[in-house]
């Protein structure tokens, strides 16, 4: 196991990785949260690592009656393509997209740092549809939340990890929730695969 530092209690958390600490039962095992939101009212973000495999965005655009099930067909790939999460355990039948700065709704877009933003209103799918939307992005359904300084004591209690966000792991399609956690450590240092698994089996 090889760890360059420590982590700490940031100041704000916005637009960086929690990562669940090996072998902690938390409210997301082995996850890998992007902050979003962070301030003395509390805190936010998207679990990056739980896949919907049972539905596909363009089954959530039919769903959502954007297109139609003959528009489907001439959706580019790289919509198509786009990876639904189960992104959190508050308001999961709510939807958000976590996407790159080239796109903006005025009102309804929240940047959050220089390359990330997210939008929660239906003009941003719609866009997608037609080929408008931003050149990245994830459908996240539903968020991870806390309260004040809830996130600050979980760290602290040694349940989350921290470190500067990656947007290309942040947006990277990946089935396997496993793969995107061990590089997100990675990025912390923790490198030893032996370790790992005997933290996540303990």
Same mark, same amino acid.
């Given at each position: 196991?090889?760890?360059? +530092?420590? @982590? *700490?209690? /940031?100041? +704000?958390? &916005?637009?960086?990785?929690?990562?669940?600490?090996?072998?902690?039962?938390?409210?997301?095992?082995?996850?890998? =949260?992007?902050?979003?939101? /962070?301030?003395?009212?509390?805190?936010?973000?998207?679990?990056?690592?739980? *896949?919907?495999?049972? =539905?596909?965005?363009?089954?959530?655009?039919?769903?959502?009656?954007?297109?139609? &099930?003959?528009?489907?067909?001439?959706?580019?790939?790289?919509?198509?393509?786009?990876?639904?999460?189960?992104?959190?355990?508050? $308001? @999961?039948?709510?939807?958000?997209?976590? /996407?790159?700065?080239?796109?903006?709704?005025?009102?309804?877009?929240?940047? =959050?740092?220089?390359?990330?933003?997210?939008?929660?209103?239906?003009? !941003?799918? /719609?866009?997608?549809?037609?080929?408008?939307? *931003?050149?990245?992005?994830?459908?996240?359904?539903?968020?991870?939340?806390?309260?004040?300084?809830?996130? &600050?004591? $979980? !760290?602290? +209690?040694?349940?989350?990890?921290?470190?500067?966000?990656?947007?290309?792991?942040?947006? $990277?399609?990946?089935?396997?929730?496993?793969?995107?956690?061990?590089?997100?450590?990675?990025?912390?240092?923790?490198?030893?695969?032996?370790?790992?698994?005997?933290?996540?089996?303990?």
């Amino acid at each position: 196991m090889t760890i360059r +530092s420590a @982590t *700490p209690v /940031h100041t +704000s958390l &916005e637009g960086g990785f929690l990562v669940a600490a090996p072998g902690k039962d938390g409210v997301a095992p082995r996850g890998v =949260i992007y902050v979003c939101q /962070h301030s003395p009212d509390g805190a936010m973000g998207f679990v990056l690592n739980k *896949p919907r495999p049972e =539905i596909t965005f363009p089954q959530l655009l039919q769903q959502l009656q954007i297109v139609t &099930e003959d528009d489907v067909i001439g959706l580019p790939a790289q919509t198509a393509a786009i990876q639904v999460l189960d992104a959190g355990f508050v $308001e @999961t039948t709510r939807g958000f997209v976590l /996407h790159t700065r080239d796109f903006d709704s005025e009102g309804q877009t929240q940047a =959050i740092d220089s390359n990330v933003a997210y939008t929660g209103s239906m003009d !941003i799918l /719609h866009a997608m549809a037609r080929s408008a939307g *931003p050149q990245r992005a994830v459908m996240a359904l539903g968020y991870a939340g806390w309260g004040p300084g809830a996130i &600050e004591t $979980e !760290i602290r +209690s040694g349940d989350w990890l921290f470190c500067p966000a990656d947007p290309d792991l942040v947006f $990277e399609s990946e089935t396997d929730p496993g793969r995107k956690y061990s590089r997100a450590l990675e990025l912390i240092g923790i490198t030893d695969i032996r370790f790992l698994h005997k933290q996540g089996t303990a």
